[in-house]
């Protein structure tokens, strides 16, 4: 995005006016102009956005906006890297600096000599601007011709035939269930999803159906869209009405303003039942414009919106009581009839193509629009040259470029796209750096746009806070898919559509914000002339081919799936000075590369699941470094030249191993004056082996996410004096140095009141009084606690608590969980409470419940009593109970407590009898407990254990 280019420069440009930085003579009134003429040029850029897609000329411009931005950007962070030069001490020091000084002034003159010639290029781009100006009018007047030409092709998402109406039969009849249903009130019915997902074929579909064309005999259907003009709405709205009870439309209406239509339209509404349809609806503001037409009537009238806006269907949804159906990708078996249908005319397929169909489907995942799409491209191939079918697999991205049937679903898919603001459309093509179906964590994303400079700063939040924001819009307008979530609801990890990404690769490409080595690559690939985001796929051969031999201006390497280890200075000879961000994540890496050890402007360095041991002193001189992940690796202590990296934001320094079932936390020793640190958000483990650092961590104001680990009892009172100053903590994860060892947290009295996740392992004497009073916790994790008093009582009534996980935590024989107990309660785990006999589920307690685990509690002799009034419970495990008690759940045994269990969708139990584990799993109420393949059975464990002990 050129946009964002030239606001980098800009903002790099701010020293160069404020004395921080000493300029030869006439170098400063370059630099103004520079300056002046990319404020300028940055207001056209928004208009150009909208022309680049079918404008060659435009298209043009923003490039050699985007090159001379970019070039700007390089000379001033080298002329930078330049006077931040460390020349050292003493006489040898005193030498380096005078020659360094002779380098400078060189460097002064070469930056004139090169801001002059861009200067230069600026004075020509210029030049065509002026004539520019007259499309950006004509545009502006007329409205984007992309939008344009796609409102031309909705229709024929109405015009569909019965053959194309695949998996419709079941989402028809629910929505159709919720127009006629319902109370009498006006309700809103929102089809949620993404691009080419068939909102609009679904609605149709219902609008259509019999049954509701019977309930509603006043109907109106009106596409939206992103361009449309709100008195053509109301006219078309009227139109239909009218033309429903057979009359014509007053001739005042032509000339009548909105607010004149919106009148009319709400005094003939008044008394009648209607259906209204809003087609593709992409903004809140929208809705807000119709809405008030639309009268709340006691008729039992209902409005049905089309939207890709998740946001925008749930606020419709609480404004009128109404409901969200969120469209699905068609299943699997469907999937493949609807492309038999369109590829082979409804004729099987041949058994020589089904495999590559069946992979050619797979990258569909479900997608209507772009089954029926690719399914047009196939009909056409040659059924004899399999090679021809495998090539479209192969190239899907250069098939979406240039084939004029997939045109259509490129337009539905980048609509999305082009409706981005500036910042987040970088944000997005940013996404192409990741490999096909990878799974994208939350967290790192937003580490690394922050890293990259994407996020924008906001008054009274963290630019971490604000990326957040960031990606939940992008997933608010589906964009990105969630695949999973934590028992606390927060984002595990998303991902982004195959057609949708072959789209970012190609735009990303041409914007030159990355560049993709991966295996098999199209040898003809045409790659920008300095590449500033390097992502390498699976293999080094591309790179070892010095395809990108050129990477001094290099600023971010990515590396995924690598077996080989990567050597960066055989990779790249020239060097890389300028480099933000390196991740080399999951490489086979054992030692520091010592090419990172003059990255200046590193912000962003990962040695995450790699073999790496130690941390070389001289990482102390990335003074830069924002972000530190070395989760997985090896290391276990930090050179005190850490202390050097006062920017240093995020410290991740831990593994897990596993023992049979049980996980082992390791992180590393502690640092004194580590206070210094004032900018960390997340420390995660460090060794409470020494009191001063206790102390110290009292100064790091900004932490988010805590975790110490061999904490002893004589250290508690000063770790609580610490917490006291966190008021920014969100989760606390604390370890005592063994199990028999306590935890005395009894001191906290003013705990932080933002804190939601809460992780302590190690004896207490007594329950921590303070954990009643933080109502923002939504998940506690207590383990080794062996406590005598009954935990529940202090936990029932925490307002937010949503999972809870209780492991060697009580020596009682009996837990009663009381009725009103745990109102939002929906994940319970019991483990090795080995004195328990008996649990108790009085009715009205944990209402939410979810998920019910009890694990290794070898005295329980029942069932838990009551668990049949837990009606949301979809799944309970049983895990190496005692045989006998889970005989009383089996219905093929007998057993007498089957009905107790009959209601709970998934039932898993799990025992080791006669020197092997049995696992019987029960899928369907209406099944019966069924043996099951216990392999992979400890890796799943280890799973779920390492997400339950994470921050």
């Not at 009849?173 to 127009?179: F, H, S």
């Not at 300028?578 to 054992?590: A, E, F, I, Q, S």
Request: aromatic letters at 8%; charged letters at 25%.
């Amino acid at each position: 995005m050129a946009e964002t280019a030239v606001k980098f420069v800009l903002d790099k440009l701010t020293p160069f006016f404020s004395n921080e930085v000493q300029m030869m003579n006439g170098v400063h009134e370059e630099v103004v102009y520079v300056r002046t003429e990319l404020e300028r040029m940055k207001v056209f850029l928004r208009s150009a956005d909208c022309l680049e897609e079918t404008d060659e000329e435009v298209k043009i411009w923003v490039k050699q906006i985007r090159d001379v931005a970019h070039d700007i950007e390089d000379v001033l962070d080298e002329f930078t890297l330049l006077l931040t030069h460390n020349h050292g001490d003493g006489f040898y020091g005193f030498l380096h600096k005078l020659s360094c000084c002779v380098k400078n002034t060189k460097a002064r003159y070469r930056i004139a000599y090169e801001i002059q010639g861009i200067n230069s290029r600026i004075k020509s781009i210029d030049e065509g601007q002026l004539r520019l100006r007259k499309k950006f009018r004509a545009a502006k007047q007329a409205g984007s011709s992309l939008a344009n030409s796609w409102n031309d092709r909705r229709g024929d998402a109405l015009l569909l035939d019965k053959t194309d109406l695949v998996a419709i039969d079941g989402p028809k009849e629910k929505v159709a269930e919720l127009l006629v249903g319902g109370g009498l009130g006006r309700q809103v019915v929102s089809l949620a999803g993404m691009g080419g997902m068939g909102k609009t074929t679904l609605a149709k579909q219902v609008y259509e159906d019999r049954q509701v064309k019977k309930h509603f005999t006043i109907r109106a259907w009106i596409t939206v869209s992103r361009s449309f003009k709100m008195e053509e709405v109301f006219k078309d709205m009227l139109k239909q009405l009218f033309q429903a009870v057979r009359k014509s439309v007053p001739k005042a209406v032509e000339a009548m303003s909105s607010d004149g239509l919106k009148k009319i339209i709400k005094e003939f509404l008044q008394q009648r039942r209607y259906l209204i349809v809003l087609d593709d609806v992409w903004h809140i503001n929208d809705w807000d414009a119709v809405k008030y037409a639309l009268p709340t009537n006691n008729c039992g009238s209902r409005v049905m919106l089309t939207t890709r806006k998740v946001d925008l269907a749930f606020t419709s949804r609480l404004e009128s009581a109404g409901w969200v159906y969120n469209l699905q990708p068609i299943p699997p078996e469907e999937s493949w009839i609807l492309f038999c249908i369109k590829t082979f005319h409804g004729k099987a397929c041949p058994p020589h193509l089904e495999g590559i169909c069946r992979c050619i489907l797979k990258k569909c995942e479900g997608l209507p629009l772009a089954i029926v799409a690719i399914g047009g491209v196939l009909a056409a191939k040659d059924r004899r040259r399999i090679d021809e079918w495998e090539m479209v697999h192969r190239s899907l991205g250069a098939e979406i470029d240039g084939n004029d049937k997939l045109q259509n679903l490129k337009k539905v898919l980048s609509l999305s796209l082009n409706d981005l603001p500036c910042h987040l459309k970088a944000c997005f093509l940013y996404l192409s750096i990741f490999p096909e179906n990878h799974l994208i964590e939350p967290m790192r994303l937003v580490r690394l746009w922050t890293a990259e400079g994407f996020v924008e700063a906001k008054e009274g939040k963290t630019v971490e806070e604000v990326a957040q924001e960031y990606l939940s819009e992008l997933l608010n307008r589906s964009l990105m898919q969630v695949v999973g979530t934590t028992s606390d609801g927060r984002v595990k990890a998303c991902r982004i559509h195959d057609f949708l990404r072959e789209i970012i690769k190609t735009k990303s490409r041409e914007h030159n914000i990355s560049a993709i080595a991966k295996e098999h690559m199209n040898q003809n690939t045409l790659w920008p002339d300095k590449v500033r985001r390097l992502s390498v796929h699976n293999t080094l051969q591309n790179v070892q081919q010095n395809r990108f031999a050129n990477a001094s201006q290099l600023r971010s390497l990515f590396m995924f799936g690598m077996d080989e280890k990567p050597r960066l200075h055989a990779l790249f000879p020239s060097g890389f000075k300028l480099l933000g961000v390196l991740d080399m994540r999951g490489t086979p890496v054992t030692k520091f590369p010592i090419e990172v050890m003059n990255l200046y402007y590193l912000k962003y360095l990962s040695l995450r699941d790699t073999k790496l041991k130690t941390i070389p002193r001289y990482i102390g001189k990335l003074q830069n470094l924002e972000t530190l992940d070395l989760k997985h690796a090896y290391v276990t202590e930090l050179p005190s030249e850490i202390l050097n990296l006062k920017k240093l934001r995020h410290l991740m320094v831990y593994r897990y191993e596993y023992e049979t079932f049980t996980a082992f936390k390791y992180g590393f020793k502690s640092i004194e004056k580590i206070g210094v640190l004032q900018s960390l958000q997340k420390l995660s483990f460090i060794e409470a082996n020494h009191v001063g650092t206790l102390q110290e961590l009292g100064k790091l104001t900004q932490l988010k996410r805590l975790g110490i680990i061999k904490l002893r009892k004589q250290d508690g009172k000063m770790l609580c004096s610490s917490i006291e100053h966190l008021t920014n903590l969100r989760a606390l994860s604390i370890t005592s140095t063994e199990e028999s060892e306590i935890i005395d947290l009894q001191h906290l009295h003013h705990p932080p009141q933002l804190l939601q996740r809460i992780y302590l392992v190690g004896r207490l004497e007594s329950f921590p009084h303070w954990i009643t009073n933080v109502h923002s916790l939504v998940k506690v994790y207590l383990r080794w606690s062996r406590l005598k008093e009954n935990p529940l009582v202090f936990l029932q009534d925490l307002p937010n608590l949503v999972h809870l996980e209780l492991l060697q935590v009580y020596d009682g024989d009996m837990l009663c969980f009381m009725a009103g107990g745990f109102k939002k309660l929906k994940q319970l785990g019991l483990e090795k409470c080995e004195g328990l006999r008996f649990v108790e589920i009085q009715k009205g307690a944990m209402p939410c419940i979810e998920k019910l685990r009890i694990q290794w509690c070898k005295s329980l002799q029942k069932v838990p009593l009551g668990i049949e009034h837990l009606s949301q419970l979809k799944m309970v495990e049983f895990f190496d109970l005692p045989h006998k008690l889970l005989k009383t759940i089996r219905r093929d045994e007998g057993g007498e407590d089957y009905w107790r269990v009959a209601h709970i969708p998934k039932v898993n139990s799990t025992y080791w009898i006669d020197g092997r584990w049995e696992v019987y799993v029960r899928f369907h109420q209406d099944e019966q407990l069924k043996p099951i393949n216990v392999e992979g059975l400890v890796m799943s464990y280890k799973i779920t254990r390492e997400i339950s002990l994470g921050l």
